[in-house]
Every structure is written in structure tokens, then in C-alpha cells.
């Protein structure tokens, strides 16, 4: 079984990123939730930055307390996002007027009410990424946790949907990534930043057999189910954590007081 390796060098500075990252671009899909505080570093990392729509009012709005500047302006025309999808009923008039005018595209697709804003945006990064480049291509989702609930369920169908593609829902406190069941996975944990809290488990399709490394409470050929047993409040307790299941589990791991 092959193997993919993880890592959440994306919350270290630019200059501090380890020689063997596992994935060469990033992408930033940002919602239309708070931004976290760790905003400017994504943003840096990413070779595109989409707004979920409404997410567009967040960039607009919160950018430049994050980045304590003082210039309100000269910041607005810094971080410009180079996409705004969406079915537009949450971006402002003037934030839709402002960024067309600095450049970014507005992909108006009101008409389509049966996907949800995250889904549009990811879609757009699947058909416009070649396969072969998909292993090379993170996307880091902002605002994906810690809000409405169906949102959240939405947002970790997405996941779901789009399994080939590697998905980083992030909030201030945690991130959340898919561990396909097609591939045994490395975990390289980034301890400045992430952890030591930890969980790992199914959703929709039971496992009946997960074997990990590197945590206190590891499982060996373990059963996971909903109503059953469940990995929650665990700990990462060495630099490299290894997973394999027989079924597609979420792997969340909690985020240190970043900057
Ligand atoms: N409270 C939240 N919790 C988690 N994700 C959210 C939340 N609010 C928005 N999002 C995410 O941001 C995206 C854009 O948000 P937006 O408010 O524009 O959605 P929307 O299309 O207006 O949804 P709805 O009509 O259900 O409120 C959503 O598709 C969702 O992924
Ligand atoms: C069965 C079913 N449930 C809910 C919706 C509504 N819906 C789902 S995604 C979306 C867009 C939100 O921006 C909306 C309105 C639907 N179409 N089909």
C-alpha cells in the first residue's frame, strides 16, 4: 500500500519550511467566518486565494488588525484575492466593487443553490489542477469550524467529495484532513504549532480495522464506529504518527496559540 505524508508546515513562516515538504502549492479558500490569526502566513504560502463569497467581507474587513498595520488602504490593496465564488448573497456591494476593481475575478454562480459555497470553490481547484499535480497541491480552507453546524457538516463532506485532493479545514484551535483508506499515512507533526490533542474516526463508514503509531492511545486492528468506540482526547507522542484503516477517517489535531 502506498504511502502519503502530511505535514502542517504551512503554519510555520515561509523561511522556516522543513527541506522535504510533501506538497510543493498551496491554495487558500477562505470563508465567511472569522479570519484566524495565523491569516497573513496562509495567505503567504498560497499561490491562489479564493473567497467563499461572503469570505471576501473578511479579508476586506479583518486583514489589517491582524497585521497591526496602520495603513487601513495600503493593506486592502495588498491582499487582493485572485477569485470570488459563489452564489453572492453574503459578499457586500462595496467589497464586490472594491476587489473587481483591484482585479479579482467574481464567478457569480447564484443560480446553482444545490452546492454550498465551499463545494463551488473546491470544484473550480479540481477541474483546474491536472491529476498528476493534484499530490502537490494542499488546499487550506479558513473558517471551516466552529459556527453553524450544518455548515460544518457540509464543509467535511466536501472531504468526502473530493477524496483525490488534499483538504485542510482549519479553525483557530484545530485543523481536520480526510486519511483516505486507499493509502497508509505519515503524519509529520509540527509540535511548534499543532498538537499534543489529537482525534481519529470514521464518519458515515465504520472501520474495522485501524492500526496507528505515535499516539498514547494507539489502536491495533481496531474497530471505530459511531455509537461504538471512537479515538477522541488523544495525544501525539512522537514526532511521526502512522494510520491505517480500512475505511476513510478524519484526523484532527488541535493548533497552539499561533501568531
Ligand atoms: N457559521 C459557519 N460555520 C462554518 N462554515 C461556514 C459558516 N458560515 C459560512 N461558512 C462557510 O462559508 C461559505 C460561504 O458562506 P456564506 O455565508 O456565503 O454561505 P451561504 O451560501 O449564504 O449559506 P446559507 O445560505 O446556508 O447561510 C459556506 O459555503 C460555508 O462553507
Ligand atoms: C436536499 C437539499 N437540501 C438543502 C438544499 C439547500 N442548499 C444546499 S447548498 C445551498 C447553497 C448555499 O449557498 C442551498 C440553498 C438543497 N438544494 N437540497
Redesign the pocket.
Known sequence: MDVIMHSSSFLLPKLYQPVNKPVKNYALVV???HLPRFMPRLWDHANLRIC????ANHIFDEMYQITNDEDKKSTRNKYVPEIIE??M??IRPEVKLFYSSQGSKISDKSHNQET???HKCISRIHHCTPDDEKPNLCVLVT??????F???A??INVLYLFSDMRIVLLSDDCLIRLLPRTHRHELYIESSVEGPHCGLFPVGAPSTSTTTTGLKWNLSESKMRFGSMISTSNIVQSEKVTVESDADLLWTISLRNLT
Do not use: M
Open positions: 470563508l465567511n467566518q467563499a463569497d461572503g469570505g459563489g452564489d448573497d453574503s454550498t459555497d465551499l473558517g471551516a469550524l466552529g459556527g453553524r450544518d455548515h460544518e457540509a464543509n
